[in-house]
């Protein structure tokens, strides 16, 4: 019981410590003053107006949301026929396509932006939308690769194997079997690869223009020359979209952080 105590108070201690520099963040967000101050000098929403009313801010945080949106969904099109395959087929190659797949998270992105900087020039694609989808693709997927492969066990081989036995279509048993065993692994490398993507700096900056930049792009050049509460302002509201997300997919798909509670 006093093990169980201990063990309690020292979870609760490092969760909060890993989450006051967050609160810190927001307070700073809500000061009066025109430069960072916690605890917060007065409160306001101020800043947070000035974040909203400034276009840049806007488009910054709309290309953002987009470009992490898209880039996940095609990095879960693409890792889970990959993971499929790597799990369920013995081919030549096999490790080493895994190993490929797998070869951003060691590399430095700063590398691979300028490598896609060189390459969309040669091609023509470079500074753009579609170039940058491809970058954070090429980041992001192993994020959903390294989460769904665990889930392809040979235990589950068997239900796949019984499905198609019944006369179950391939398409019918992936559907039917294997994504609903695989959709815990697909979920939290989907957010993975997202918040990924969303602070992605390194790589970004090699493909934005004053048209188009992400909000961590925005955010860098603008500490660059000014340093006010608007910076707080703009990661306390990533800070509490993120939050909001994280809930309602817990309410509607169903993440092991609120599970307890229904059961």
């Known amino acids: 019981m006093v093990a169980l105590i201990l063990v309690r108070i020292v979870s609760f201690a490092a969760l909060a410590y890993l989450a006051l520099p967050l609160v810190v963040l927001v307070g700073a967000s809500l000061t009066t003053t025109s430069f960072l101050a916690f605890p917060p000098q007065g409160l306001t929403l101020a800043w947070y107006g000035k974040m909203l009313g400034d276009p840049s801010y806007v488009s910054a945080f709309t290309t953002s949301t987009l470009l992490a949106v898209a880039a996940t969904v095609v990095a879960m099109l693409l890792a889970v026929p990959a993971a499929i395959a790597i799990a369920r087929y013995r081919f030549a190659g096999r490790r080493l396509l895994s190993e490929t797949l797998m070869s951003p998270l060691i590399l430095p992105h700063v590398v691979l932006g300028a490598a896609l900087l060189q390459y969309g020039s040669a091609i023509g694609l470079v500074r753009s939308f579609p170039a940058l989808l491809v970058g954070h693709v090429v980041i992001i997927m192993p994020f959903v690769l390294r989460a769904v ?28 079997v294997t994504l609903p065993q695989i959709r815990s692994g697909l979920v939290s490398g ?18 934005t223009t004053a048209e188009l930049t992400t909000i961590p792009v925005k955010l860098f050049n603008y500490v660059q020359y000014t340093i006010d509460p608007t910076i707080a302002a703009v990661s306390g509201l990533t800070i509490i979209v993120a939050a909001i997300v994280i809930v309602l997919l817990d309410l509607t798909i169903g993440l092991d952080v609120l599970s307890e509670r229904r059961r």
Do not use: H, M, Y
């Open 190 to 207: 989907a957010i993975f690869a997202f918040i990924a993507s969303w602070i992605n700096v390194e790589l970004s900056i090699f493909n």
């Open 149 to 176: 492969l665990p889930q392809l066990t040979d235990e589950q081989k068997s239900l796949e194997d019984a499905s198609a036995d019944l006369g179950a279509r391939p398409l019918t048993t992936f559907f039917l």
